[in-house]
């Protein structure tokens, strides 16, 4: 009976503590949309209240003021590509992602010094490097255009991403 009571004793103070610290923590605080959002969008000051760090991803497309529900907020984006579409990485300056200029949902244009080869390509994911001086955007090209594509590598300069956003000329 002694060592039931031993037992008992440091389990009971090790509850009530528990009830204590939990009782004095304020509820966690649901994250609202400030706008509208795209999954697969890098969350940036100014999306969420409530925001964590800058390096999260939106799981699903989110309207202005709809709450975000547990695991909305993932690390790594998740996007789909349609058929019909290959996926393309362009590196692109962070400044443009940390502008709102290029994210995932933006339109954006493939380059080649003044002249605009591709237009109205869909961003679907930026994902950045841990030290935020450059970032990758993945765009969607129509599989009719993507030899059209490969050809723009062939001579310097390589094309660059641009976001339609503002001023569209290359």
Known sequence: MRWAALIAYPVLIL???LLIVERGRPPPQPLTAMHDL???Q????????QAGAESEYLKRDVKAGEPLKPGDI???PVFNVETGMVPVVFAVGAGLVESGDLNAGAKAQI????EAKLKSLS???VVCDTSGTICWAVVAIPTNQFANLSNLFAE???????SMRGNPSC
């Open 156 to 162: 310097a300069p390589p094309p660059r991403l641009k």
């Open 38 to 40: 795209v999954a697969g």
């Open 42 to 49: 890098r969350v940036l000051p100014g999306d969420v209240v």
């Open 15 to 17: 509850l009530g503590y």
């Open 123 to 125: 961003v679907k994911a």
């Open 74 to 76: 993932v690390n790594f």
């Open 111 to 114: 380059c080649k010094g003044d």
